[in-house]
């Protein structure tokens, strides 16, 4: 089901190695352990992990994160790159993977994308007024920060009531953003929140159970 998205083509890169040359001579200009810092490299790099099918967890809700250039541990003449996250942590995440069909968001994986950063609002909102500590999928207490979970339905279903099946989601166009946002056109961004505001239920939840949930 994987299918080829070229998606280097947007930004003319004529070929996937093109691309791959341009980002080996980013990443071998820093030496171990230090920052990509040149604007520009940051972009492009922060453009192309945003293609990893597990860029959103990867990031975590980070909008201003830092890539960092580290020694590979399993393979010491490679260089592999860190996301430093907003709250400090970090995570290990693989360009070439970012570049694999297999590696690369699925169109579902950008709309899912998009319709988030979409709500964002919604979700502060629901978390700045939240009083209620218990999580609602494991009903335990939650002791750190709690995190808005979807209850029912699922956000997976808010889309398909929202968007359609596969087949029309496939015909809406995403744009990219800076730092890998994903957005809509307006209007439809517009009619997506409000009916994200009427439909969906959101309630606290710890973040590892909703990573461990099904979609
Ligand atoms: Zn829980």
């Known amino acids: 089901m994987a299918k080829t998205n070229k998606w280097w083509l ?21 030496d171990d352990d230090y920052f990509i810092t040149d604007e520009e490299d940051l972009e492009l790099l922060t453009w192309v992990l945003s293609h990893h099918h597990d860029y959103l967890s990867k990031i975590d809700g ?25 709250d400090g942590t970090e995570v ?52 750190e920060k709690i995190e808005a979970c979807h209850y029912e339905p699922r956000l997976d279903e808010l889309l398909t009531q929202f968007f359609g099946d596969k087949d029309e989601m496939e015909k809406i166009e995403i744009k990219d953003g800076s730092y890998a946002s994903r957005y809509f056109d307006p209007e439809l961004s517009e009619r997506w929140t409000t009916f994200h505001a009427n439909h969906a239920t959101l309630k606290p939840a710890h973040k590892k159970c909703i990573r461990q949930r099904k979609r």
């Open 92 to 143: 290990d995440i693989s360009w070439t993977k970012a570049l694999n069909p297999q590696g690369s968001s699925t169109h579902k994986e950008d709309l899912r994308n998009a319709a988030v950063q979409a709500i964002n609002y919604q979700v502060l909102q629901f978390k700045d007024k939240n009083t209620d500590t218990i999580c609602c999928l494991c009903k335990m207490q939650i002791e």
């Open 10 to 30: 947007e930004r003319s890169y004529k070929t996937k190695k093109s691309l791959t040359d341009e980002i080996r001579k980013i990443i071998n200009q820093i």
């Open 62 to 86: 980070s909008t201003n994160f830092k890539i960092k250039v580290r020694r590979s541990l399993a393979n010491s003449g490679n260089k592999e790159l860190l996301i430093i996250r907003d």
